[in-house]
């Protein structure tokens, strides 16, 4: 079996294969031998690779709530802030590492929980504004409640990851956890949407009307998505402390769960690779616009004051994404679902 033309599948396995060919099999073993080889040739990238594998993780949770599901949340950054302290308590009590991995995940998927409940019964902006709630409600409450024991508006330390009793200190060291921990769970996601929940969630997103009809349990699914999206949220969390050193209410704002919302919206809707690359457009984008664009923009117009030319970044950012939002409001894979499907009928144009 060999694409582009003439293939053909002759079983259900194959057809519902992930990777179906040799070529894909090649394309894949090359992928992850670039992937965990780069540190040795673009070691000054590491930690913005490091950060994009954290937030590939709570986006992929995300996909999974809204763009399989079609439940919209609004506080992803506070699901992330769940894990991120619960990382942090549990590692400075003497966990180990993956224990509190594991344990900040279930914590946020059951303060997921809670917030999800109001799903059962509302959707659309509604929902939205429930779950915008927790975007409000978790800050206040590590903030006020406790203040001596979650360091109140001040961040706390974290302690580095420990594994085998040797601490990761390093961007490289951080890099071999992160990264096989987010490849994981990206491909735990894949495979979980091919299941009999993936098509309930689908279903449910369709028509969750004409989904209770089939014998669809609503209420079990949409809980479930909840879960499974804030505990991706949990995992991400924990990782982001672990690796920023240090966790604070003012890490995980509103505009991070935006973002969140704007990554899988730039990635495409209803797809875990859309997730991903959503996740590397925005972080790219952002590292160019922030990083390069000033000093461009200050050496063509010197005559520009400073305010201008620190706020032209956002500005340009924003209209990038309202400019793609309009022309491609599909996303990135989209484009990319066009692309294969044009190589695997070639020569032939329909």
Same mark, same amino acid.
């Given at each position: 079996?060999?694409? !582009?033309?003439?293939?053909?599948?002759?079983?259900?396995?194959?057809?519902?294969?992930? %990777?179906?060919?040799?070529?894909?099999?090649?394309?894949?073993?090359?992928?992850? %031998?670039?992937?965990?080889?780069?540190?040795?040739?673009?070691?000054?990238?590491?930690?913005?690779?490091?950060?994009?594998?954290?937030?590939?993780?709570?986006?992929?949770?995300?996909?999974?709530?809204?763009?399989?599901?079609?439940?919209?949340?609004?506080?992803?950054?506070?699901?992330?802030?769940?894990?991120?302290?619960?990382?942090?308590?549990?590692?400075?009590?003497?966990? !180990?590492?993956?224990?509190?991995?594991?344990?900040?995940?279930?914590?946020?998927?059951?303060?997921?929980?809670?917030?999800?409940? @109001?799903?059962?019964?509302? *959707?659309?902006?509604?929902?939205?504004?429930?779950?915008?709630?927790?975007?409000? %409600?978790?800050?206040?409450?590590?903030?006020?409640?406790? @203040?001596?024991?979650?360091?109140?508006?001040?961040?706390? /330390?974290?302690?580095?990851?420990?594994?085998?009793?040797?601490?990761?200190?390093?961007?490289?060291?951080?890099?071999?956890?992160?990264?096989?921990?987010?490849?994981?769970?990206?491909?735990?996601?894949?495979?979980?949407?091919?299941?009999?929940?993936?098509?309930?969630?689908?279903?449910?997103?369709?028509?969750?009307?004409?989904?209770?009809?089939?014998?669809?349990?609503?209420?079990?699914?949409?809980?479930?998505?909840?879960?499974?999206?804030?505990?991706?949220?949990?995992? $991400?969390?924990? +990782?982001?402390?672990?690796?920023?050193?240090?966790?604070? !209410?003012?890490?995980?704002?509103?505009?991070?769960?935006?973002?969140? +919302?704007?990554?899988?919206?730039?990635?495409?809707?209803?797809?875990? $690779?859309?997730?991903?690359?959503?996740?590397?457009?925005? /972080?790219?984008?952002?590292?160019?616009?922030?990083?390069?664009?000033?000093?461009? %923009?200050?050496?063509?117009? @010197? +005559?520009? $004051?400073?305010?201008?030319?620190?706020?032209?970044?956002?500005?340009?950012?924003?209209?990038?994404?309202?400019?793609?939002?309009?022309?491609? !409001?599909?996303?990135?894979?989209?484009?990319?679902?066009?692309? *294969?499907?044009?190589? /695997?009928?070639? @020569?032939? $144009?329909?």
């Amino acid at each position: 079996m060999r694409y !582009p033309a003439g293939i053909y599948n002759i079983n259900y396995a194959q057809d519902m294969s992930i %990777i179906r060919t040799k070529a894909h099999w090649v394309i894949f073993a090359l992928g992850m %031998i670039a992937l965990f080889t780069f540190p040795l040739y673009a070691t000054s990238f590491i930690h913005i690779i490091n950060l994009v594998g954290i937030y590939v993780i709570s986006a992929v949770g995300l996909m999974l709530l809204t763009g399989y599901c079609g439940q919209i949340s609004l506080g992803q950054a506070a699901f992330m802030m769940v894990g991120a302290y619960t990382g942090a308590w549990m590692t400075r009590a003497g966990f !180990p590492f993956f224990g509190s991995l594991i344990l900040s995940g279930l914590i946020a998927g059951v303060v997921g929980l809670l917030f999800g409940l @109001p799903a059962v019964r509302v *959707k659309g902006f509604y929902l939205a504004m429930s779950t915008l709630a927790a975007q409000f %409600i978790i800050p206040w409450c590590i903030i006020e409640i406790r @203040p001596d024991f979650t360091g109140g508006i001040y961040a706390i /330390r974290v302690n580095p990851m420990t594994i085998f009793g040797h601490k990761l200190i390093s961007q490289i060291e951080m890099f071999y956890v992160i990264i096989p921990i987010t490849c994981i769970l990206v491909i735990f996601a894949k495979n979980l949407v091919r299941t009999q929940i993936g098509r309930a969630w689908v279903a449910i997103r369709d028509n969750d009307l004409a989904a209770e009809v089939l014998g669809i349990n609503i209420f079990f699914y949409k809980v479930l998505a909840f879960f499974v999206c804030t505990f991706f949220a949990g995992i $991400s969390g924990c +990782l982001w402390a672990h690796w920023m050193r240090n966790v604070g !209410p003012t890490h995980f704002e509103l505009v991070t769960s935006i973002w969140f +919302l704007g990554m899988i919206i730039l990635g495409g809707m209803g797809s875990i $690779s859309g997730a991903v690359v959503g996740v590397i457009v925005v /972080r790219i984008l952002d590292y160019f616009i922030s990083i390069t664009l000033p000093p461009m %923009i200050e050496k063509a117009f @010197p +005559l520009l $004051s400073n305010q201008i030319v620190a706020g032209l970044p956002a500005f340009v950012f924003g209209l990038i994404i309202l400019l793609f939002v309009i022309f491609e !409001p599909r996303g990135v894979n989209h484009r990319w679902e066009i692309f *294969k499907a044009s190589y /695997r009928i070639w @020569p032939f $144009s329909y």
